[in-house]
């Protein structure tokens, strides 16, 4: 019988590659334990009720199974995802449901039970039409609550006159939701709605939360409108609860906007614009304490900008802020001592011969793969992309980098930082939770 030898290069090159494979599979698993809960993003036009399937409209799918972006869409719902906007997967990245701030729909696209109109009445001109309110619908883990989650949204109000700045529509409150994921074999239901968490005149969407220096629990904050106070709230086991309302810095002028925490936790950053055809954006920075929830360090800073759209995201290493403004893209650091005096024009959108639509930069946000895509203004089906925000300077920013499946307008997922832990050593880090490590490995 013939032997068969192997060749020393080939042999090396097989070991090499058992062990990349090998310590691929360990970091895979060790990244299972962390939570994906952002791992499918919904938003866009609805499709069930325009026809043929292929004319632009339906619902934008993102997921990111291997830690790069992968497209799809959906033209059975009948809703329309294209301001208030937000969903969420399970531990391994599986959607769970989505909403538009006024029904709820599970993984299959249906309404789930008790999950229509959650909102108080508002008259809307057709029964799919979700609520205009970008940042106005939030979706978070109860704690200590296995399979159960808080969908937090904004109703809709008017002002009877302007008090400051130029936008009479505004936040009336703030409800809730909770959701079981326990029932109908894993499919879920609404078993309570339209819990009041304040009723008051809030700035227009802007609703974010952070993770709880202890890793469990979360903060939550709502601006008031023409003002410079917040509501911060502690959600934790029990429930959502007022913990203060802190006033720190300038007023902030009630208008369109957005507001991020930066990943780490320890930044906060509102954005908001008032104007008609010269746009004037306030961009509001502070710290913020993980521990007991209170904000430091007040910036305000103003830009100038002909025509609207306007939105801003924080890098995955929390350090630098980019304003996405029309046509300019800034870069400001946020450990500089001035942060307005940092910022850099670090990109230029240029415009798309391919879609009749303007694709001015709006808002903005961090998506699992550590991209930042920026939205466009109007029914487009292009997204900007910031491939290397950590970068200074270099952060690789590609005009209509992807191109959607279906089109949208104004409308952004509101994802806080579910991998977001303990903070380390600090005196809230009381329940023994550990930080996993995050990382996408590919040979």
């Not at 032997?3 to 599979?25: D, E, Q, S, Y």
């Not at 890793?215 to 086991?237: K, Q, S, T």
């Not at 208008?255 to 925490?261: C, D, N, P, R, S």
Request: with cysteine; charged share 20%; glycine share 8%.
């Amino acid at each position: 019988m013939a032997t068969i030898r192997r060749h020393p290069t080939l042999l090396f090159t097989n070991m090499k590659g058992f062990f990349i494979f090998i310590v691929t599979l360990l970091f895979h698993v060790n990244y299972l334990s962390a939570q994906r809960h952002d791992n499918t993003l919904v938003f866009g036009y609805a499709g069930g009720k325009f026809s043929p399937d292929d004319d632009g409209f339906g619902l934008n799918i993102l997921t990111f199974p291997d830690g790069s972006l992968h497209l799809s869409d959906n033209q059975t719902s009948p809703l329309d995802v294209f301001n208030t906007c937000a969903s969420i997967s399970d531990s391994m990245g599986r959607l769970l449901f989505y909403t538009n701030g006024r029904h709820i729909e599970d993984a299959d696209f249906k309404t789930m039970p008790y999950g229509r109109n959650i909102t108080p009445e508002w008259a809307l001109p057709e029964d799919s039409m979700g609520y205009p309110i970008p940042q106005g619908a939030l979706v978070l883990p109860w704690p200590d609550h296995p399979g159960q989650y808080l969908c937090v949204y904004s109703s809709l109000g008017y002002l009877d006159s302007i008090s400051c700045g130029f936008n009479l529509l505004h936040s009336a409150g703030i409800s809730y939701a909770i959701i079981d994921m326990n029932a109908r074999n894993g499919k879920g239901v609404v078993t309570h709605r339209k819990i009041d968490v304040v009723q008051d005149t809030l700035d227009y969407g802007k609703v974010t939360a952070v993770r709880h220096a202890n890793g469990r629990d979360w903060w939550m904050l709502v601006p008031e409108a023409c003002h410079n106070r917040f509501y911060v709230y502690l959600i934790d086991p029990s429930g959502i609860h007022l913990k203060h309302r802190q006033a720190i810095g300038d007023t902030i002028i009630d208008g369109l906007g957005q507001a991020v925490f930066s990943p780490d936790g320890r930044h906060y950053a509102l954005l908001t614009g008032i104007g008609v055809n010269d746009i004037y954006y306030f961009l509001h920075t502070y710290d913020f304490d993980r521990c007991r929830g209170l904000l430091s360090r007040p910036q305000r800073m103003h830009f100038v900008v002909i025509g609207g759209g306007g939105g801003i995201a924080i890098s995955p290493n929390s350090r630098w802020l980019y304003a996405s403004l029309r046509d300019t893209l800034f870069q400001l650091d946020l450990d500089a001592a001035d942060i307005y005096k940092s910022r850099e024009v670090v990109a230029l959108r240029k415009k798309w011969w391919y879609d009749p639509f303007p694709t001015y930069m709006h808002m903005s946000f961090l998506a699992p793969d550590n991209k930042i895509y920026i939205i466009t203004t109007s029914g487009s089906r292009t997204l900007h992309v910031i491939h290397d925000p950590d970068t200074y300077g270099l952060c690789e920013y590609q005009n209509h980098g992807v191109r959607l499946r279906c089109r949208n307008a104004r409308s952004i997922p509101n994802i806080p930082n579910y991998r977001l832990g303990p903070l380390d050593g600090s005196p809230c880090d009381t329940l023994g939770l550990n930080n996993d490590p995050r990382a996408w490995w590919r040979y």
